[in-house]
């Protein structure tokens, strides 16, 4: 028996019906914001990524799916979506027309050690807009987030923010880390050691050393951020006061990726803390650029999909999913089979859930099916409905029948369902 790959799960019965939910909402939400969709390769050049993510980041260094494939190139498998947006803006000159606002749903792949809610292969539901530098995007980027979580019955999040400035300013706060740590680096963890010259911003985020009294006496990057960089998150600050939307600052957030600059947030469920962020984005101005493609200033973020669904369960949230049918057609007998199929597609064509028995079951197996699909209403037909096209149409709730023409029958769902 060949078993599925460990951190990989099987999406179907009533999860799969959230999951499309979830994911027609996102469709909704990023529509209303006039964002469009764009789908890329699942596999990209290893390359994109390590210029894209960072050499130095765990990503890139530690969870990648490489593979050499049969042209002796080195190819990975997604981990994030970000990059591979930014290649095919880049790739399909889609920056010739300013602001590009796209969206992206779909699975990413990190081999990291599975847990709650962190998976190998994770569904991401993300959005990047391109063109804009001025921070009112950035708060439209975040409430855009908001709204999403909220209308999923989400209200209780707390939305992270931090400056992590332009690439000066984090070289001086990069300085100032290594000195602070560098005395007592023996206290931290082997991770950490290598961090401190190739990445120390990643030791402020490291989940073994958190308890480490010069966690919290670290400076802050807040302290470091030019004139210019600390107005930008002031006005951030103030577009978001304006949404109405809740945030706390928080200076140690550095998020795991190389590509970001200024702004970086996180969302976080205020009512489940074991499960890490739900989502998380920032501002990436220098991305496209190094990528070979023009200076452009960008922003985004994305949902793990599968933390969200998990939240929602934890919650006890109910969706307000209807995966009812409309009608289920009851044919006494194989006789009816060509009646109740033509009823089948005219019931379909018009907009309804409807489905009939196909395997000719017995009546208590027909009556089943009903049950099973919690169907609203129940048409049988005999001979006498093919002969007199008078249907029978019985709510399956009320137990009423109702006796409807062939012709009517349109008619009688549309003000009744
Ligand atoms: P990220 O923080 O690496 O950012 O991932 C975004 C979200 O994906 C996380 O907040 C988390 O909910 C979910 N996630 C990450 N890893 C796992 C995992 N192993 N299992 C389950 N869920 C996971 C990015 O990927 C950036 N590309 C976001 C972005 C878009 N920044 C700018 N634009």
């Known amino acids: 028996m060949i078993q599925k790959l460990k951190g990989t799960y099987d999406v179907y019965g009533d999860l799969s019906i959230k999951h499309n939910y979830v994911k027609k909402l996102f469709e909704e939400i990023c529509s209303n914001y006039n964002y469009n969709y764009i789908e890329t390769p699942l596999i990209e050049r290893s390359e994109l990524f390590h210029r894209g993510v960072g050499e130095t980041t765990d990503i890139v260094t530690k969870e990648t799916y490489d593979f050499v494939d049969r042209g002796n190139r080195n190819n990975t498998i997604r981990p994030e979506g970000t990059a591979g947006v930014a290649r095919a803006v880049i790739e399909n000159k889609l920056y010739n027309t300013l602001p ?44 855009l ?37 560098k005395n007592n680096i023996d206290e931290f963890c082997d991770d950490c050691k290598e961090r401190l010259e190739k990445n120390p911003l990643r030791i402020l985020d490291c989940k073994v050393d958190n308890k480490n009294k010069l966690m919290k006496s ?29 945030y706390v600052i928080d200076n140690t957030l550095v998020r795991g990726l190389d590509y970001y600059t200024n702004l970086v947030f996180e969302f976080i469920s205020d009512d489940v803390d074991d499960i890490g962020s739900i989502g998380g984005g920032g501002r990436y101005d220098n991305l496209l650029k190094s990528l070979g493609g023009p200076d452009i200033p960008s922003v985004g973020f994305a949902f793990g999909m599968d933390r969200v669904v998990s939240v929602l369960a934890s919650l006890e949230i109910k969706l307000p999913i209807n995966n009812d049918l409309d009608v289920y057609i009851l044919n006494i007998s194989e006789k009816e089979f060509n009646y109740s199929i033509e009823l089948l597609q005219n019931l379909r064509m018009c907009g309804y859930r409807a489905d009939m028995d196909l395997s000719n079951k017995n009546m208590k197996g027909k009556f089943k099916e009903v049950d099973r699909y919690n169907s609203k209403y129940i048409i049988i037909i005999g001979e006498d409905e093919v002969k007199t096209g008078i249907l029978t149409i019985k709510d399956n709730i009320t137990k009423e029948e109702t006796k409807v023409n062939y012709d009517d029958l349109i008619d009688f769902l549309d003000t009744n369902v």
């Open 218 to 246: 670290a400076p802050s990057i807040l302290d470091f951020l030019t004139k210019e960089e600390k107005e930008n998150f002031d006005k951030v600050k103030k577009y978001l006061d304006v949404l109405d939307i809740k």
């Open 100 to 143: 590009l606002k796209l969206y992206y749903m779909g699975s990413m792949f990190r081999y990291e050690r599975p847990q709650k809610g962190r998976y190998r292969e994770l569904r991401q539901l993300g959005i990047e807009l391109y063109g804009v530098d001025n921070p009112i995007s950035d708060a439209e980027v975040i409430s």
């Open 145 to 181: 987030g908001v709204n999403f979580l909220n209308e999923l019955g989400l209200k209780n999040i707390t939305v992270k923010i931090n400056c992590l400035g332009g690439i000066e300013t984090r070289k001086k706060y990069k300085e100032a880390l290594i000195n602070h740590f």
